[in-house]
């Protein structure tokens, strides 16, 4: 069965430094997510990616952050300068349509 | 941000009993609600979803109500395995947005 795809599983990184989440969505689908989930609270919508731009984006997701799909498989969330409360699980997922949204693994972000 | 609302934070229930897992949210706008279930160290699962413009969903031993006067839908799981022992978080998304709204979670046990 397809699945979202999520690297690396964990990433440690120092406060201010540049970090980059990678995703590959399910093959077919053509709408790319990000969420994230910090300890102890709520899953959070912070951006949708269609047709190669940005279709909605929360306001957690300030200029420190961008996504982008560098080729025909690969969708990645970078943060610039990294803050002790980005330290979270991120989650990527992808939907085909205006259905449900499947979910990777995530990548726990620890920020030092 | 208490738009989706899972009172609950914890059932138990014995195997082959029924378990009934609620959500209230406060949006007016939300018209699409799912359920996912999550084990540890991995990403939200899709279970089930409902359209507003129905009250009810069955998919095998899951089946969503929605009271949409009362703002509240539930997920019931008959009959309850141990397998099905996870956290389960409802969703919903407004109309014309593909951004999900969790609730906090609800952790079932199932007991064999």
């Known amino acids: 069965e397809p699945e979202v795809t999520q690297t690396p599983s964990h990433q440690v990184t120092q406060m201010g430094q540049e970090v980059i989440l990678r995703c590959v969505p399910i093959?077919?689908?053509?709408?790319f997510y990000w969420y994230r989930q910090i300890l102890g609270q709520k899953v959070e919508f912070l951006v949708s990616?269609?047709?190669?731009?940005?279709?909605?984006k929360s306001e957690i997701f300030d200029d420190q952050f961008s996504v982008e799909r560098p080729d025909g498989s690969n969708f990645t969330l970078k943060i610039r300068s990294t803050k002790l409360e980005d330290s979270a699980m991120y989650f990527c997922?992808?939907?085909?349509?205006?259905?449900?949204?499947?979910f990777g693994p995530g990548t726990r972000l620890t920020v030092l | 941000d208490q738009q989706v609302k899972q009172n609950s934070p914890s059932l138990s229930v014995q195997e082959g009993r029924i378990s009934i897992l609620n959500c209230d949210y406060t949006?007016?706008?939300?018209?699409?609600f799912l359920w996912y279930k999550k084990y540890p160290a991995e990403g939200p699962t899709f279970l089930i979803s409902i359209s507003s413009i129905k009250d009810k969903n069955e998919d095998g031993r899951f089946t969503v109500f929605l009271n949409k006067s009362a703002k509240h839908l539930s997920l019931h799981i008959v009959p309850s395995q141990p397998g099905d022992s996870a956290v389960y978080f409802c969703a919903a998304s407004a109309t014309g947005r593909r951004a999900l709204t969790f609730g906090s979670g609800t952790r079932l046990q199932v007991q064999p």
């Open positions: 990616f269609y047709n190669n731009e940005i279709s909605e």
């Open positions: 949006n007016s706008m939300f018209d699409y």
């Open positions: 997922a992808s939907s085909e349509w205006d259905e449900e949204q499947f």
């Open positions: 093959s077919n689908h053509l709408y």
